[in-house]
C-alpha cells in the first residue's frame, strides 16, 4: 500500500480520537453527568480518564508511536463503548462497532 495513503489514514484516524478525548476533557463536567446517568462509578475521574484515554492514544496513532497497540486499543474501547453505553442506540452502537 502507497506509505502516503496510510499517512493519511493514521491521520484522519488520530482526528476522530484526539477531538473527541479533548471535548471530553475540556466538558469534563457534562460528560461525567452522563457517565453518571449511565451508573458508571465515580463518573467525574472516569470522564477524565476516557478523555485523556482518547486523547493519548489518538496522539500515539498520529506520530507513530506504538501504533499497532494505540490502534487495537482504540478499536476496543470503541467496542466496549458501544456496547456499554449505546447498546439502545443502534445508530451510536454501529458507529463505535463499525
Do not use: W
Not at 493519511?8 to 460528560?31: E, P, W
Request: glycine share 12%; charged share 10%; with cysteine.
Amino acid at each position: 500500500m502507497n506509505a502516503n495513503l496510510i499517512l493519511l489514514g493514521r491521520v484522519l484516524l488520530s482526528i476522530i480520537f484526539i477531538v473527541s478525548g479533548f471535548g471530553k476533557l475540556a466538558g469534563a463536567a457534562g460528560f461525567s453527568g452522563y457517565l453518571s446517568s449511565l451508573g458508571v462509578p465515580a463518573p467525574l475521574v472516569m470522564a477524565y480518564v476516557v478523555g485523556a484515554f482518547e486523547l493519548l492514544a489518538g496522539v500515539a496513532v498520529l506520530v507513530g508511536f506504538q501504533t499497532r497497540a494505540a490502534a487495537i486499543a482504540l478499536a476496543a474501547f470503541c467496542v466496549a463503548t458501544g456496547l456499554l453505553a449505546h447498546i439502545d442506540e443502534q445508530t451510536e452502537l454501529l458507529k463505535n462497532i463499525a
